[in-house]
């Protein structure tokens, strides 16, 4: 039911914008975030928002990535900058509304050295 753009192959150092929103309609998404799978790794948190716009991040991202969202499009961003090979993955966005989650069918995002 969520839709993520924005994937490629970028170098090192380079940067990408994620976006993701519903294919339908999902009713107040409270928290929206972003996950990411690399290569024989398990899923792992990115960074997540509030609809207050209370952030969380994890500690390999902080001070590179952003999240946003636009509540009246039930949209949420990841803007990335300063990118490493070992950003590379499958990025997924999630929604939680009313205690269901939503995830996206992931955009790749593949860093090279």
């Known amino acids: 039911q969520l839709q993520a753009f924005g994937g490629g192959l970028v170098q090192a150092g380079g940067s990408l914008r994620l976006s993701c929103a519903p294919s339908g309609s999902i009713w107040r998404p409270n928290v929206m975030g972003w996950y990411r799978q690399a290569p024989g790794k398990q899923r792992e948190l990115v960074a997540t928002?509030?609809?207050?716009?209370?952030?969380r991040y994890a500690d390999s991202v902080k001070g590179r990535f952003a999240i946003s969202r636009d509540n009246a499009e039930n949209t949420v961003y990841l803007q990335m900058i300063s990118l490493k090979p070992e950003d590379t993955g499958v990025y997924y966005c999630?929604?939680?509304?009313?205690?269901?989650?939503?995830w996206g069918q992931g955009t790749q995002v593949t860093v090279s050295s």
């Open positions: 999630k929604m939680n509304s009313y205690g269901s989650d939503y």
């Open positions: 928002i509030t609809r207050d716009g209370i952030t």
